[in-house]
């Protein structure tokens, strides 16, 4: 997200590139450095590939920290230009000079977003990763090449997350090193943990629920970090299949009082 934050930022200010072509590049500069580092470190699994790509994200913020002349240092860019207008005579003008206009552009590319991953996972690849996630040595056992398939979820990933990235740069204005810090890589672990990891839907509700908690009662909002480990350490010791499981234990509720009726 860093990555394509910057990249989108730096093409836009310095190279006079258009909003929507920066936007492309900052999405595709994500994943091909994902790619890059997918392979030396895909051998790693579960706290260990994790350490490593927080890392790396840190690397990647110290860079844009350090590096002044490019990037601004601590003081970051600022005065970056909203997307281009999107113009169809007669039809459409669509400016991004309101708030309003944005929501709908990001709402629409989630949309998009979440069509492409629900294809992803519905698809012969979505089971050779569910397979992978069950047991990697009992996949590579049958045939499949676990390395490339979690290069590939890597690299998506990290596609849709640069993306994001330039979509923030535009729409904020203004980036700094300190808006990527590390604890929102922890925020969005907690989403999926607290919705549900198994569950397309999970990591979907975790978020919706975690974001607007805080933001509908604002005294909470100094708090969040506490709320969140409270919420998390809740979820992990009673409902370890996270808040998507909630229909399916009232439902067995429900059936196990009639039967006992």
Known sequence: MTLGAYTSALLVMKMGWPTWAALGAATAAAAVLSLLVGYPF???????????TAFLAEVIRL????????????????????????????????????KVEFYYLILVLVLVTLLILYGFEHSRIGVTWFSISESDFLAESIGVNT????????????LFAGLAGGLYSQYNSVITPSSFGFVYAVYTVIYMIVGGARRFSGPIIGAV?????PESARILKGYQPYIFAVVVILIIAFMPEGLVSLPERFIKIIRERRGHA
């Open 42 to 52: 895909v051998r790693l699994k579960g706290i260990y590939f994790a350490l490593i």
């Open 63 to 98: 860079i844009a920290e350090q590096w002044r002349t490019v990037t601004g240092g601590s003081l970051g860019i600022s005065n970056i230009p909203p997307p281009d207008p999107i113009v169809i005579p007669g039809l459409l003008h669509i400016s991004f000079v309101s």
């Open 147 to 158: 390395a490339k398939f979690k290069v590939l979820a890597f690299c998506i990933g990290s």
């Open 209 to 213: 629920i975690l974001t607007f908690v």
